[in-house]
């Protein structure tokens, strides 16, 4: 299972970005996908999951209010909305897989996916 992520970049402070993840086949592994974010120099951060089969979400502090994960199963792709960015949202955001969310929140995935460079300039 490989697992592609895109749509990251470089825009302002207060733009917005929507990420995508697209795994190249479902497993009873996926259960939940997650979005994580490493900015230069610290640990990877959990910031959002959700469930492929209800839509079931969870976020963490730093990603609520602004970041909004989706799934569309029709598509086979899961989402992550960034509004309102701000320069300390820079760093590479990665997505990934897991048979399990609380997994996911602590960042022990079962599969993880390339990331993507999201870069907010002030």
């Known amino acids: 299972v490989q697992l592609q992520a895109s749509g990251g970049g470089l825009v302002q402070a207060g733009s917005s970005l929507r990420l995508s993840c697209v795994p190249s086949?479902?497993?009873?592994?996926?259960?939940?996908m997650g979005w994580f974010r490493q900015a230069p120099g610290k640990e990877r951060e959990f910031l959002s999951a959700?469930?492929?089969?209800?839509?079931?979400?969870y976020y963490s502090d730093s990603a609520k209010g602004r970041f909004t994960i989706s799934v569309d199963n029709a598509k086979n792709t899961v989402y992550l909305q960034m509004n309102s960015l701000k320069p300390e949202d820079t760093g590479v955001y990665y997505c990934?897989?897991?048979?399990?969310?609380?997994?996911?929140?602590?960042?022990?995935?079962?599969?993880w996916g390339q990331g993507t460079q999201v870069t907010v300039s002030s």
């Open positions: 086949g479902r497993t009873f592994s996926m259960y939940a």
């Open positions: 990934a897989s897991s048979s399990s969310m609380s997994a996911l929140r602590l960042v022990q995935p079962a599969k």
């Open positions: 959700i469930k492929w089969s209800d839509s079931t979400t």
